[in-house]
């Protein structure tokens, strides 16, 4: 069930591994409230709601005697049903975002648009397979997971990194820059950026 009002979403995931409850607000000041009993993704989800400037609480329950694999994919389709829910139409918006972020030795690129044509490149190695005990693996199926469901084009690219931790973290805040971004409103624009005249 979603339902948004302006630039604000409430979504709700109820599924046989995964319980999730979301609420996101574009136009936030960086608040966060995540648990989903992953550590390092509440760490993750925390940083780009701070570097995004948006307001966001997630709560999710999931299969972890399984593994982390449900719950973070699922987190992933709520927080792009999300981001798409409080766009609505994308009118007015910028529609493209791009940001480079440092952390320490590490420096990733996340280039996106807000197209409707869902898509993720992932050129990211990282070099530890587990994050405390997070599988580093999973980030992909995150991020692919956001972008099929928020309709986003986007690129994600390491260009030099030896810490997984820190690879991961500036992916996230390279995240939150990049949307907040696109869909920061364009002075003058009426209707969708597109000289298709729809998205």
Same mark, same amino acid.
């Given at each position: 069930? !979603?339902?948004?009002?302006?630039?604000? !979403?409430?979504?709700? =995931?109820? *599924?046989?591994?995964?319980?999730?409850?979301? /609420? #996101?607000?574009? /136009? $936030?000041? $960086?608040?966060?409230? @995540?648990?989903?009993?992953?550590?390092?993704?509440?760490h993750m989800l925390s940083l780009l709601a701070v570097h995004g400037f948006f307001d966001l609480s997630l709560q999710a329950q999931g299969d972890?005697?399984?593994?982390?694999?449900? *719950?973070?994919?699922?987190?992933?389709?709520?927080? $792009?049903? !999300?981001? !798409?829910?409080?766009?609505? /139409?994308?009118?007015?918006?910028?529609?493209?975002?791009?940001?480079?972020?440092?952390?320490?030795?590490?420096?990733? =690129?996340?280039?996106?648009?807000?197209?409707?044509?869902?898509?993720?490149?992932?050129? @990211?190695?990282?070099?530890?397979?587990?994050?405390?005990?997070? /599988?580093?693996? #999973?980030?992909?199926?995150?991020?692919?997971?956001?972008?099929?469901?928020?309709?986003? *084009? #986007?690129?994600?690219?390491?260009?030099?990194?030896?810490?997984?931790?820190?690879?991961?973290?500036?992916?996230?805040?390279?995240?939150?820059?990049? #949307?907040?971004?696109?869909? *920061?409103?364009?002075?003058?624009?009426?209707?969708?950026?597109?000289?298709? $005249?729809?998205?």
């Open positions: 069930m !979603a339902q948004s009002k302006g630039r604000k !979403a409430s979504i709700e =995931r109820h *599924t046989l591994e995964t319980r999730i409850h979301l /609420d #996101l607000l574009l /136009d $936030g000041s $960086g608040r966060a409230d @995540v648990a989903c009993g992953l550590g390092f993704m509440e972890l005697q399984v593994d982390g694999h449900h *719950t973070v994919e699922d987190m992933g389709i709520c927080l $792009g049903q !999300a981001f !798409a829910q409080a766009l609505g /139409d994308k009118a007015g918006i910028a529609r493209y975002g791009h940001a480079y972020v440092p952390m320490d030795e590490t420096l990733a =690129r996340v280039c996106l648009d807000l197209s409707n044509r869902p898509f993720l490149h992932y050129d @990211v190695e990282l070099p530890q397979e587990k994050i405390g005990d997070f /599988d580093a693996c #999973l980030i992909k199926e995150f991020l692919r997971a956001f972008a099929l469901h928020a309709g986003c *084009t #986007l690129h994600v690219e390491l260009l030099h990194g030896e810490n997984s931790h820190h690879i991961v973290e500036a992916v996230f805040k390279a995240l939150g820059r990049a #949307l907040r971004a696109a869909v *920061t409103p364009l002075a003058g624009l009426k209707g969708q950026l597109s000289s298709k $005249g729809v998205l």
